[in-house]
């Protein structure tokens, strides 16, 4: 095997602060830097659909250390952004699941801050085994899905 797991999900928001709340505040995840990053000198021109002279970025880890995946936020502060969430039946990554320890705990939790969800805790059996899964989906409209194994 040539890879050995995920390093990072990176997600283009909107709004960095609407999107902390969602991700560090309801489900959790830890920040461990808030920085804007220059776009001028590295890397970041080519993987631009539009020009941007600098972005807000922000790690979140589930726990830090060497090996551990973790998520990316990243806003244009120039507020030029295009694109729009893709469904389950379109190309390209359409959702990203996080595996949750109490998943009717979480959700409740969750729709008592306001949070709507598309599916609430339904069990599924699969090859792979039984579960419980929610989808709801971010400030930006991103498909998130929340999984507790049984």
């Given at each position: 095997m040539k890879t050995r797991g995920i390093a990072h999900i990176a997600f283009g928001v909107r709004d960095m602060d609407k999107s902390l709340v969602f991700y560090r505040d309801l489900l959790g995840f830890k920040v461990v830097r808030d920085e804007e990053q220059q776009a001028e000198g590295t890397v970041l021109p080519a993987l631009y659909r539009h020009i941007h002279e600098k972005r807000r970025v922000t790690p979140l880890y589930w726990k830090a250390g060497e090996g551990e995946s973790f998520l990316v936020l990243s806003e244009q502060k120039d507020g030029k952004v295009t694109g729009a969430p893709i469904k389950l039946d379109e190309i390209?990554?359409?959702?990203?699941?996080?595996?949750?320890k109490d998943l009717n705990e979480l959700y409740g939790e969750l729709?008592?801050?306001g949070v709507p969800f598309l599916v609430t805790p339904t069990e599924v059996v699969t090859p792979d085994g039984t579960f419980y899964t929610a989808f709801l989906s971010d400030p930006d409209g991103i498909l998130i899905q929340l999984d507790q194994l049984l």
């Open positions: 390209g990554i359409h959702h990203v699941s996080f595996w949750v729709k008592a801050q």
